[in-house]
């Protein structure tokens, strides 16, 4: 495959800010763009016109682009509800598929995203995008070269105020405003699971037993709502929302390490995903880039500790993979600070080489059920929730696989 | 009361510390030393005389210091098995009781606590230093004043290194040394869970509801020993410690608002206790001693936040309680930065001006029992606990009471 031929299915503004950055690989082209509404269908098309002079297929119905026999690959961001049934469409379509993240609405979902997966083989790549993070990947990194021992613990969060953009937009047509005012759930999972579950070897060796959720009521947004009674969209004013502000979700796994992870959208704060590993020779932490081992200066006060370790992980730093070093300010522009562009350039280059890809099906399936796990776990007073094995014990022989290739440390 | 005559029960690390303290005190007399070691008590003996040239009886039993006529009041800092026993012998002695923190062991305990003081009603403060430490004081104060908006979300840690301590010391006394071997639980909630409970009013207007408990396995005990094998007491060679290295816990409050306690103590790691207050409007972080109001700039950068927002909460500092606003260089080098001085100096007082006990048995026995509730949770996956009501209902009628008073905001 010289060129990959792309279908972008959901064209919100995460699919926008993707579609730029296929738009500048010149080995993708961009053949279709779907979205329920014709405007951002129009917005797309323009885009990858004035960027490329490519003049893609546009339609609302996304079945319409599976079909199409020039489309040899399929990004999915629509609303997190039509995850699933495109993707397993895509899959018997025989597409290759690259599905944005999010949760699950039910267990059966991802059951099904495997079998379909299972059906026919095609090119699957779940795009967590937090993997490809140059903190997350230093981190794993230096767990790789064992400086950390034992992994016992990791934990990380999906910290980001996100009251203004589930309350605004275009007439309230983010599905993020739908879930906040139905549901009470880890929503959101998959940015710090992903990184904490590669590094743990889960479906790899490893596996995720159990978990239990709690929530704390929902105060956050009809506080903010409250507080803009004049300029908000008035159909929110006195609405009850279902969301808990902040939700954990404590997980267990099979060899015997856990891992917490934290929702916090509608309170205000600053953004953060907390990233830690914690082994029995050293940790990780990503609020202060900071790396500390058994035995180093320790300090009562934090201010002190933070000023001393921030940034002592860059010590590391040659051993990050390839595409880090290499990276392009166009990159470290591109979206997110270049995690986008890497995860973007890698999915391109194993559909190309036909690889393996690195977050497959069963990464997918067991990190987006967390969403409906909590949700019961959550209905249930924190009631633990068997976390399902898609690999069908397959957990126990296949290798570990991380997304990139580390390098070697190297002494400054 | 002019002098306060104090026993002390149990003469290990922290009782030596405190004890300094109180004989720094014009108004306390040391009058009886006690613990289950000779040399312990000898070495009390030794204390109060070279200080202040008292010359307390000293005994191995502890008994024989509740029925002395002279001891107003003791002081328990016992091993954790012993906190419950000797508490409940000195109420029924009608002693005034300070009880040093630890956790429960079964929740009968608990209630045995509170019967005995219902019975007698003598003085009885738990000696949670964390609630008078200056950070979760600032903390309070500003929640106080309505500046983060309604709390939704309170979390801390005890995290703490204590591998020497618990493999290490006098020929293995450490109580902690018997319980990392033979329990797996939150074994030492209160560090935490005490300035949380003040803050959301837990027995005065909230209570907690019920718990979740999770624990990794134990690693890094094990790891430690292995080593230094050289060096370490030859009887931990090999042994297996029964304590999760990281124990997190999940709390539902009445009013619902959750907590997140975590127990972090034998992983390489420096001391933080990592209090944070999550509130509508704004939060506290004790790891940057940050506060963050609803409107701030956002960083997406975490070393930059915390360049920016770190100290900010000492803008604040005019509303700390006197004891604070007077500490003086004694009571800061005195132990722990200040806060067993004041806590100290807090007991005595209002013991001598008969004053209610702002951390009382109800407080006690709830912070309590999250251990042993803690355990049983994690013995069972962690399935949910309900959390006793101690007050009978009364918490719905007590009004809120801080353990010190705060002052008015001042600009600077």
Known sequence: MEKVRVG???FG???YGMTEILLGFDDVEIVAICDKY????ENGRKLAQD???FNPFTTTNYKEVLSMDNVDAVYIAADWEMHFPIAIDALKAKKAVALEVGGAYCVQDCYDLVSAWEETKAPFMFMENCCYNRDE???TAIARKGLFGRIVHCSGAYSHDLRGEVTGGEENRHYRLRNYLSRNCENYPTHELGPMAKILNINRGNRMV?????????FGMEQYVEDRRDTINPHLIGVDFAQGDIVHTLIKCENGETMM???DTSLPRSYSREFQVRGTKGLYEQEVNAVYFDGQPEYWSRVEYNEKYKNSAEKYKSMLPNAWQEITQEALDAGHGGMDYVELREFIDRLKDGREMAIDVYDAASWMVITCL???SIKEGGAPKEIPDFTNGEWKNRPSLDVLDFNEYVEE
């Open 8 to 10: 972008i299915i959901g």
């Open 38 to 41: 014709e405007d951002r269908c």
């Open 374 to 376: 909590s949700e019961e």
């Open 261 to 263: 992870l934290k929702l």
């Open 51 to 53: 960027k490329r002079g």
């Open 210 to 218: 159990s978990l239990v959720s709690m929530a704390t009521g929902s």
């Open 13 to 15: 503004c995460r699919a």
């Open 137 to 139: 990947l230093l981190a």
